[in-house]
């Protein structure tokens, strides 16, 4: 029994926050989110050479073969020091391919979003808002094999810089008569949004659909055989960000309370206030939590468990709702510093804004436990 | 990371079933001699004091094993293994780590018999979470303390036959810990009075124990003269993963859905209400991160660190959790909350009512929620003590 990671994984959890704390400091982030594409390419290159970016994808296609255990150790660090770039989408776009894309498909995509040369994203959402995939609206018309899809997807992660997208539409009236194909920027009618994002450091969007061909081979796996594949991804996906949100939090919670030790007010380190110390000590109990929930949903999700999506659903949740309170409590415990631009803490909040609907909010995996849980 | 046992954890685990399949009928078939015959065949097993040295009379079981026993019985919803219930979780490891061979010999084996009660002295009217204040005196008298003064918080102290009792011995010590002597008190001594607490559920499960005059023999001073607060630190100090507690939570947790399902409110069940819905996966969420925490802190354990203050984590949820179940409970039976056993809408006699009032036993007990915060911002976060 060992509920922990091996002396590799901590070595690669040194590593990486070694290589972030040296290239990628708060300062230099926030110099990274000026730039058009908003995050350092040379910088996500050598994350490729060093083989971080394909660490869960097999060896035959470019990775490194590692699980998605070893994968959480990366996104806590790339959470922890806020780096922007489309490492998580880049990875749940992966996974699509490898869980429905064919031996072909797999050997065409993987090697390039391994090593970084491209990058890949879902579109899932819609006007409608919902991570269910039966709610799923965006038809595809077929015209002999191939699909024309006429239609919007919105909030797309990395849209802007994306080469690869996986997109999900409907291609029959059964609810989970649901298909993904695999759209390479640049498809004639295919045409991205790039949003303002409150926490400049990810990327948000959309993709306009107009008269856009899938061609039968560009589909992963049959038609209307992906519902199941896309749960996988909104777990997989939930997972991840809460993973980020680990690192982020943890980072909000030191900067916060190296503040508070440092801080004086009334004659006295604010620290020693047990109205200071309190909400600190809920922050800490929060992330410990939610931690241990991300740690199992990501061993559930590397066995193949069938608890997978409810160990999901909980990390998500119990995240989202946490690093909210920590990205406020942080902000305010600052004073007044903590509202000014000057201030890294505002960066965390802001952080937390994005983390909170990402693969779905707490109230949508709330329904979804309750819903596999018996009630 | 892996959940998997060895082959001798599997084994222990098979012997745990079969010993189960044997000797635990369902509820609903249990006689009424089932209790005591429980009682006689786990402490053949060794298995109560599991943990315990085996030459006290204890099992010597591994804390993985130990784990893996607490485990299958809780899915089985098994008895609890031993009665003495205080003895078992600290009068027990306190003896053995600081008792005499006599006191061992006279104490242990009726504790894992469960011949009767022990209770524990500690609090005072005026030292609650400042327990090192305590101020009830014992004074050395030839070859006994003499006590006096009064404790609080008492529980069961009616039915128990002795008591693990804190008296400040030396009032000149500068640091308070240091003057601190733990006795062991026969509760039918002459001069020691037992008042019971009706507390605000209706229940008499605590006590004030007043001391006048109260002679206690040098023979039942455990440890040292001014030794009392190690005695105590080391006891309350066998902290756990909090894994045990997770069980408990559970089985209320799945009769809190069950009640949810066959309780109506506004006019449906209350079950198909969203917030209600959300608010028991919410509470679960919070268990089973108790139960992957506690994971945790045993991964720790079996690598042969020590547990320290990590351990408030699991104690503020649990404390948290214990208002909220009663919360729920209370929300999901609507207008009929209110109400107390007797009353016919109240679901099951009242439970989840006494449930909403009772929390305090917990809650307060372990050490305050505010307390356990503390605890985490100074000694976790580095944060200057109050």
């Known amino acids: 029994m060992n509920f922990g990671f091996t002396e590799e994984q901590e070595l690669l959890r040194a590593e990486v926050r070694k290589f972030l704390d040296q290239n990628a400091p708060l300062e230099v982030v926030r110099k990274q989110v000026e730039t058009p594409e908003g995050f350092d390419r040379n910088l996500w290159n050598r994350m490729g050479e060093l083989g971080w970016l394909g660490l869960s994808i097999a060896e035959t296609h470019g990775g490194v073969g590692l699980d998605f255990v070893t994968l959480v150790v990366l996104l806590e660090e790339t959470g922890r020091s806020l780096f922007p770039s489309p490492l998580l989408s880049t990875v749940v776009s992966a996974r699509a391919i490898e869980l429905a894309g064919s031996p072909e498909q797999q050997a065409r995509f993987l090697p390039g979003l391994a090593d970084g040369s491209k990058v890949g994203t879902l579109a899932l959402l819609e006007e409608g808002d919902s991570f269910d995939p039966r709610d799923l609206a965006l038809v595809g018309k077929a015209d002999g094999d191939d699909w024309i899809l006429d239609g919007r997807k919105r909030v797309v992660c990395d849209a802007a810089n994306a080469d690869l997208f996986v997109v999900a539409f409907r291609t029959g009236a059964a609810p989970d008569a649901l298909s993904l194909a695999v759209l390479e920027k640049g498809a004639s009618g295919l045409s991205v949004d790039d949003w303002p994002v409150m926490d400049r450091t990810k990327r948000l969007g959309g993709l306009r659909l107009e008269g856009v061909r899938v061609p039968a081979d560009s589909l992963l796996g049959a038609a209307g055989s992906a519902a199941g594949v896309i749960g996988s991804l909104v777990d997989l996906g939930a997972t991840g960000v809460a993973a980020e949100a680990v690192g982020s939090a943890e980072a909000a919670l030191q900067i916060t309370t190296d503040f508070a030790r440092d801080r004086e007010q009334f004659d006295s380190k604010i620290g020693r206030f047990q109205g200071v110390k309190h909400p600190l000590a809920e922050m800490y109990v929060d992330i410990e939590s939610f931690k241990s929930l991300v740690y199992y949903a990501a061993w559930c999700i590397d066995q193949g468990a069938e608890d997978a999506s409810r160990a999901a659903s909980r990390a998500k949740a119990y995240a989202a709702e946490a690093f909210a309170r920590v990205g406020i409590d942080g902000v305010q415990l600052h004073g007044g510093v903590g509202f000014t631009d000057e201030y890294d803490i505002q960066l965390f909040l802001k952080r937390s804004k994005w983390v909170r609907p990402a693969f779905g909010d707490a109230d949508y995996h709330y329904d979804r436990l309750a819903a596999l849980g018996g009630l | ?386």
């Open chain 2, 1 to 386: 990371m892996d959940f998997k046992l060895t082959p001798e954890e599997e084994a222990f685990r098979d012997e745990v079933r079969s010993f189960l399949d044997e000797n635990l009928p369902p509820a609903d078939q249990r006689g009424p001699d089932f209790g005591a015959e429980w009682n006689r065949k786990v402490r053949e097993k060794r298995w109560v004091g599991f943990s315990w040295p085996r030459e006290v009379g204890g099992g010597g079981g591994s804390l993985m094993e130990q784990v893996i026993l607490k485990d299958e019985m809780a899915q089985r919803k098994a008895p609890p293994l031993g009665s003495c219930f205080m003895g078992l979780a600290w009068v027990g490891p306190s003896l053995i780590e600081y008792g005499s061979e006599e006191q061992k010999q006279r104490f242990i084996p009726d504790i894992l018999d469960g011949k009767y009660q022990w209770c524990t002295g500690y609090s005072e009217p005026s030292s609650g979470s400042d327990l090192a204040s305590l101020q009830c005196k014992g004074v050395r008298d030839g070859d006994e303390y003499v006590v006096n003064g009064q404790k609080i918080w008492t529980s069961i102290a009616m039915w128990s036959k002795w008591m693990i009792l804190l008296v400040r011995t030396d009032t000149e010590v500068e640091v308070k810990h240091d003057g601190i002597t733990c006795l062991l008190v026969e509760m039918d001594s002459p001069g020691l009075e037992v008042r019971p607490i009706r507390n605000m559920a209706g229940g008499e499960m605590f006590a004030e124990v007043f001391f006048d005059d109260v002679r206690v023999p040098v023979e039942n001073r455990l440890g040292e003269e001014g030794q009392g607060w190690q005695v105590t630190i080391s006891a309350l100090a066998h902290e756990r993963s909090g894994i045990a507690e997770f069980h408990g939570l559970m089985r209320n947790l799945e009769r809190l859905k069950e009640l949810a399902r066959n309780t109506m409110k506004n006019g449906r069940p209350a079950a198909e209400e969203p917030g209600i819905r959300r608010r028991i996966v919410q509470a679960e969420t919070r268990v089973e991160s108790m139960r992957l925490n506690g994971m945790r802190f045993l991964t720790k354990q079996l690598k042969g660190e020590k547990l320290s203050s990590e351990t408030s984590i699991n104690k503020l949820h649990r404390a948290l959790l214990e208002i909220e179940l009663g919360e729920i409970a209370l929300e999901i039976q609507g207008s009929a909350g209110p109400l107390w056993q007797g009353a016919e809408p109240a679901a099951e006699n009242g439970h989840w009512q006494r449930f909403a009032l009772n929390w305090p036993e917990v809650v307060i007990g372990g050490g305050t929620p505010n307390i356990q915060k503390n605890i985490i911002a100074e000694r976790i976060l580095g944060l200057p003590k109050d």
